[in-house]
């Protein structure tokens, strides 16, 4: 029989409330590159977040199946979280890239979680997962608006964040189910969905530090 877990699949969300933002200084503007190209930083970012969904999907077919790759490629997923952390590190710190990079790693690491409660059929982790999940999709939405609130609007990046979980999710249902038109399909909206989210993230950067661009 077909796992058919978006039966069980609680119709809530959740919204963390963050008591505190994180603080970004001033001294952020300092850390900026000069001179980097508004083109490659582009590009740069969405070859970021396309790794980030990339081998996240590659992640659900090795874990779907029990491949052997599958540790490996959860090796190299979670290096993507490392690497976004990283590419916002000379706009607003170190710090503040080590916080992003910890939120995404939490972000993989539950939704790895999310894969194998789904495979057991454990309803109760699942909820309680899922629950996890779109909080911590929320702690994402608030550390990103904290950063730039003129360029990444709260509701915005909540928004972002939740339809990003929304497509996964139903990316892996469908490949745990065997409706594999339909996992093909729901890729293509991730796909298209994650470059909108580079493409807000690079524009937001580039407007908060213009004097970093040429």
């Known amino acids: 029989m077909k796992l058919k877990f978006w039966y069980f699949i609680p119709l809530?969300?959740?919204?963390?409330?963050?008591t505190a933002a994180f603080a970004f200084t001033s001294s952020a503007s300092a850390n900026a590159?000069?001179?980097?190209?508004?083109?490659?930083?582009h590009d740069a970012m969405r070859k970021l977040w396309?790794?980030?969904?990339?081998?996240?999907?590659?992640?659900?077919?090795?874990?779907?199946?029990?491949?052997?790759?599958k540790d490996l490629t959860?090796?190299?997923?979670?290096?993507?979280?490392?690497?976004?952390?990283?590419a916002i590190k000379s706009f607003y710190g170190d710090a503040a890239g080590n916080q992003l990079t910890a939120l995404l790693r939490d972000h993989i690491l539950l939704a790895a979680q999310l894969i194998d409660a789904a495979k057991s059929g454990n309803t109760a982790a699942f909820a309680d997962l899922k629950t996890r999940w779109y909080a911590n999709a929320n702690e994402i939405a608030v550390f990103l608006n904290a950063a730039n609130p003129k360029n990444w609007p709260l509701a915005?990046?909540?928004?972002?964040?939740?339809t990003h979980l929304d497509l996964t999710l139903k990316e892996a249902a469908d490949r745990l189910n065997g409706d594999y038109a339909g996992d093909i399909a729901a890729y293509d909206q991730v796909h298209a969905e994650i470059l909108q989210?580079?493409?807000?993230?690079?524009?937001?950067i580039i407007n908060q530090f213009p004097k970093a661009f040429k």
Not at 156 to 162: E, H, I
Request: charged share 15%; hydrophobic share 50%.
């Open 12 to 18: 809530v969300i959740v919204v963390l409330i963050i």
């Open 50 to 69: 396309e790794d980030h969904i990339t081998w996240t999907r590659l992640y659900i077919v090795s874990a779907a199946a029990d491949l052997p790759d």
């Open 33 to 41: 590159k000069i001179g980097t190209n508004q083109l490659n930083f």
């Open 156 to 162: 915005d990046m909540q928004a972002m964040m939740k």
């Open 74 to 86: 959860a090796q190299r997923l979670l290096q993507n979280q490392a690497d976004i952390g990283n």
């Open 197 to 204: 989210m580079a493409d807000m993230l690079s524009t937001g």
